[in-house]
């Protein structure tokens, strides 16, 4: 549990650890997600994962270990595992104790993004993460960021038009399409008007409408389109929980082609930098707030109740309705 929140610190899903090229033939990558160390290498056939340590005497894989046949080798007395996780070769050995096992974790490598999936309960995954069109849009531009936040908090700022205006300086937000949920899917879309000086366009006045879709709580793509210069930028957020504290936040920006490649690079390059400027803006806020379970809401304020339904299907265990903790509340007032 995260001390913060009414509901578990890792939700069921897919979560990114990185982006490809972290990722490069040959090498043991070590990542900390869901309060745990995990190992990533890179096989003919694609990824594999396991827990770090090897079940023999307890080595560290990402010290030392190396991809050998697309085996993971242990660096200590050099056990090797298949992809599965079992270990098939001990060096010396006439027998291999059927118990030497490393637990795998299904990942998945889509657009540029490596994924692996939690489950609280081992369950194999029932849904995954749709494939983006990648030809036509500009090359992902990426950002990354650790925040003191939990991605279902993160994530329910999509639904907050309300903190548009004082946050994110727009002049108005509203939301122009209710929530359409469908499984682990949830797409909502809302209307900004901006002035253009957010994106370097200073004198004009943009209309833009953001198309926002999450699957799960670790991923949510959000279309922006400007419509008084017809433009179509492409913004990915992708949040994993590292530990019961802090979430890692992976951005990544695409533009719709529309001009040749330099004019292209140089305006992706513009939405790139007012992207990862505005999106910081929340941090601060995200860091200090209190989790209201049972906020006070006014006609103003987006479907918050809606979103959090929704996400409680990514727990295993349920989620509290409790009151917010009482050391907070303590805290606040104390603020
Ligand atoms: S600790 Fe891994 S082979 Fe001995
Ligand atoms: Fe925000």
Redesign the pocket.
């Known amino acids: 549990m995260n001390p913060r929140f009414p509901f578990p610190a890792y939700p069921n899903g897919w979560f990114a650890l990185g982006f490809t090229p972290e990722f490069p033939e040959g090498e043991v990558v070590t990542r900390h997600a869901f309060g745990q160390d995990i190992v990533v290498y890179r096989t003919r056939d694609g990824l594999r994962s396991s827990d770090p340590h090897?079940?023999?005497?307890?080595?560290h894989f990402g010290f030392g270990g190396r991809v050998i046949d697309d085996k993971l080798r242990?660096?200590?007395?050099?056990?090797c595992f298949d992809a599965a996780g079992q270990c098939v070769d001990?060096p010396g050995a006439i027998k291999i104790p059927p118990k030497a096992k490393l637990r795998s974790w299904p990942m998945r490598e889509q657009n540029g993004v490596v994924f692996a999936h939690y489950d609280a309960e081992g369950q194999p995954p029932e849904w995954g993460i749709p494939m983006l069109p990648d030809d036509g849009w500009t090359p992902n531009q990426t950002v990354l960021w650790t925040v003191r936040s939990h991605p279902q908090e993160i994530l329910e700022n999509t639904v907050d038009s309300a903190h548009l205006i004082p946050v994110h300086a727009v002049n108005s937000a509203t939301i122009c399409r209710a929530p359409v949920e469908e499984g682990p899917m949830f797409n909502v879309a809302l209307n900004l008007i901006a002035d253009g000086a957010i994106v370097n366009m200073p004198g004009t006045v943009n209309d833009v409408v953001l198309d926002v879709t999450m699957h799960g709580l670790g991923f949510l793509v959000s279309l922006c389109e400007v419509r008084n210069v017809g433009l179509l930028a492409r913004q990915r957020i992708y949040c994993t929980p590292i530990d019961e504290e802090r979430t890692e936040i992976r951005g990544v920006v695409n533009l719709q082609k529309f001009s040749d490649d330099a004019t292209d690079q140089q305006v992706a390059e513009l939405f790139y930098q007012a992207y990862v400027y505005d999106f910081a803006l929340d941090f601060p806020i995200w860091e200090n707030k209190v989790y209201r379970d049972k906020p006070i809401l006014s006609n103003a304020d987006g479907p918050f109740m809606t979103y959090r339904k929704w996400a409680r299907q990514f727990y295993s265990g349920g989620v509290k309705t409790a009151v917010e903790p009482l050391s907070l509340q303590h805290v606040e007032v104390r603020a």
């Open positions: 090897c079940p023999h005497l307890g080595a242990c660096p200590f007395h050099g056990w001990i």
